[in-house]
């Protein structure tokens, strides 16, 4: 019976042994292969140590994968990420999310894909993704690729949306959250605020501010309307969520139009505007106060304390794997889920100084 040594190519020159060249190398069908990996039961223990011996001497190994493609199950959950990994590997919301979904994902035995754009496309990378089903990050219900995954069947959950009929979700209340915030510096004495947003990106000059942000900025619409002030009444600018981008932009407005507090739109932001008014010699809050949203776990240590609206970021990666799970089996489930969020008011924050 011609072999190979382990881990060599077989002797028609391919660079990986298949299963044919077992079965043509053991005298048995290329079923009979088949049977020795995945039912061993069906062939007699002869038939199978022979066959598990050339295989081994081969150095073949089946491909679980396309087997689980063929059964129409990978054991694998993806997670459609609406930027690239480097980009989302910087900021440590990501970091509590995945946590959440993974601890989901270990229970469930599942491993778990992250699918950021190929090629700036989302929906360029949804056929290249084996998984089960998706947990779909930052995206409305209207967009190109929730469309594709409804048209191939693909289960899947979206998160920082907003409730469409028919599609599960995930969000939190992030208009209460942004309210709770700016009426807290507003009830301070503070009108010389500044408000740190996320950059909306492109869609914002044909579409407005839409999902989370959208809540948000409602929320800060809101609280200044119960003072008796508007938007129009306070400066917004809109930056990536980035460290280094909240850094930059906070250097830039407190040298021109100095405010005696920062409003920001995530945890991150805030981090970067701290660094810049401790590189400029102020103290806070002394001079500026400043506000987070997310309550990431920096925001308990750093000094000082920051003050941030808190959401559950792990539960949400829990609750969104659950959803996911529950539709990928079929099941029948509340399709929306709203988590709360509250203010925590820590060190960051306090009445303005009366020479400021």
């Not at 881990?7 to 290329?30: C, I, Q, W």
């Not at 959440?100 to 229970?107: I, L, P, R, S």
């Not at 469309?147 to 599609?167: K, N, Q, T, Y």
């Not at 959803?323 to 489930?333: C, K, N, P, T, Y």
Request: aromatic share 6%.
């Amino acid at each position: 019976m011609p072999t190979t040594t382990s881990g060599t190519a077989p002797s028609d020159g391919r660079s990986r042994p298949t299963a044919n060249d077992v079965a043509k190398a053991a005298g048995v069908s290329r079923s009979a292969v088949s049977f020795a990996f995945n039912s061993p039961e069906k062939l007699s223990v002869g038939t199978r140590d022979r066959i598990l011996g050339v295989a081994k001497d081969l150095g073949y190994v089946p491909n679980t994968l396309a087997r689980m493609l063929k059964a129409g199950q990978t054991q694998s959950l993806g997670v459609l990420l609406p930027q690239n990994l480097a980009r989302v590997m910087e900021n440590p919301y990501y970091s509590r999310f995945l946590t959440g979904v993974g601890q989901v994902c270990d229970e469930q035995g599942y491993t778990l894909l992250l699918t950021p754009p190929l090629r700036d496309s989302m929906l360029k990378a949804i056929p290249y993704a084996a998984v089960d089903g998706f947990i779909v990050c930052g995206l409305e219900h209207d967009r190109g690729e929730v469309a594709e995954l409804r048209r191939r069947g693909i289960p899947f959950v979206l998160v920082d949306s907003s409730p469409h009929e028919g599609v599960s979700s995930v969000d939190v209340d992030d208009e209460g959250g942004a309210y709770e915030a700016v009426r807290h510096v507003l009830d301070l004495g503070h009108r010389r605020i500044t408000l740190l947003s996320i950059d909306p990106g492109p869609e914002r000059a044909e579409r407005g501010y839409r999902g989370p942000l959208a809540r948000r900025m409602a929320g800060v619409a809101r609280a200044l309307e119960d003072s008796g002030t508007g938007l129009d009444d306070i400066e917004i600018i809109e930056v990536p969520a980035t460290r280094m981008d909240g850094f930059k932009a906070t250097k830039r407005f407190m040298s021109s139009r100095p405010a005696t507090a920062i409003v920001t739109m995530s945890d991150i932001l805030a981090f970067g505007a701290v660094d810049a008014l401790h590189d400029m010699g102020l103290e806070i809050p002394r001079d500026v106060s400043v506000t987070g949203y997310d309550d990431l776990p920096d925001a308990s240590w750093m000094r000082p304390r920051l003050t941030t609206v808190r959401q559950a970021i792990t539960t949400k990666g829990r609750t969104a794997a659950d959803l996911l799970f529950s539709a990928i089996r079929g099941e029948d489930q509340h399709p929306h889920q709203l988590l709360g969020t509250h203010l925590i008011v820590r060190d960051s924050t306090a009445h303005p100084h009366t020479a400021a």
